[in-house]
């Protein structure tokens, strides 16, 4: 089936660094690709996104990048700040069954160090 | 406007007890979802519902039934609680035939004994 892998687990930064975060999918057909971050007792909220039709998109110290070829996507974070830590989870999908049903990766937990 | 909202926020269960979990949006979205979410295991679609009148299985639907109810609300249901079954459930939807942006509720938490 279907199936999104999110590397790395954990990821530690000092205030200030840039962070990475990589998701690789398998489903040819993926053509939405959005990010949530989770802080500890909330909700997923989303982030940024991405459309198979783009290749790149930035949002101020936030940036995702799209390689359809190698079904890789990424997020960066630059000038990280103690309040970008939290979880972040990458998902999938596509509206093949009439509605965007994500397949999520697993999570990176990141921690900026001040 | 709320946004996704649930009930309850915290629930406790003993094994073989049954519950409903409720969940209403009012962003006049089509599709609405639940997850369950386990440590180190992120989000996984327990059922789907595309659009009002329509439900479908996702990746961990046995021991759950879903129903929705109208456009705005969608329910699960555990008919037998297992411990197994502790965890975060998120309700989710998104306005789905025009763009796939799903919002979260704010979660339940469970816990079967």
């Known amino acids: 089936g279907e199936n999104v892998e999110q590397h790395p687990s954990t990821l530690s930064v000092q205030e200030g660094d840039s962070a990475v975060i990589k998701c690789t999918y398998s489903?040819?057909?993926?053509?939405?690709f959005p990010w949530y971050k989770q802080e500890l007792g909330k909700r997923p909220q989303l982030i940024i996104d991405?459309?198979?039709?783009?290749g790149e998109k930035k949002d101020q110290r936030i940036a995702v990048t799209l390689n359809k070829t190698a079904k890789h996507f990424s997020l960066h974070i630059t000038e990280t700040q103690p309040e970008d830590s939290a979880v972040y989870f990458c998902?999938?999908?596509?509206?093949?069954?009439?509605?965007?049903?994500?397949?999520f990766g697993t999570g990176t937990r990141l921690k900026v160090l001040a | 406007n709320a946004g996704v909202t649930q009930t309850p926020k915290f629930q406790v269960l003993k094994t073989g007890q049954s519950m409903t979990l409720q969940c209403a949006q009012d962003m006049n979205h089509n599709s609405m979802y639940w997850y369950r979410q386990d440590p180190g295991m992120g989000l996984r679609l327990i059922y789907y519902?595309?659009?009002?009148?329509?439900?479908d299985k996702g990746e961990v639907p046995n021991g759950y039934n879903v129903s929705r109810l109208n456009k705005r609300e969608f329910s699960l249901r555990l008919e037998s609680a297992a411990p197994s079954q502790t965890s975060v459930y998120f309700c989710a939807s998104s306005e789905a035939l025009t763009t796939g942006t799903q919002y979260f509720g704010p979660g339940t938490r469970l816990t079967v004994l």
């Open positions: 991405i459309r198979s039709n783009v």
């Open positions: 998902a999938a999908s596509n509206g093949y069954w009439g509605t965007y049903k994500y397949i």
């Open positions: 489903d040819s057909a993926s053509n939405y």
């Open positions: 519902s595309a659009s009002e009148g329509t439900t």
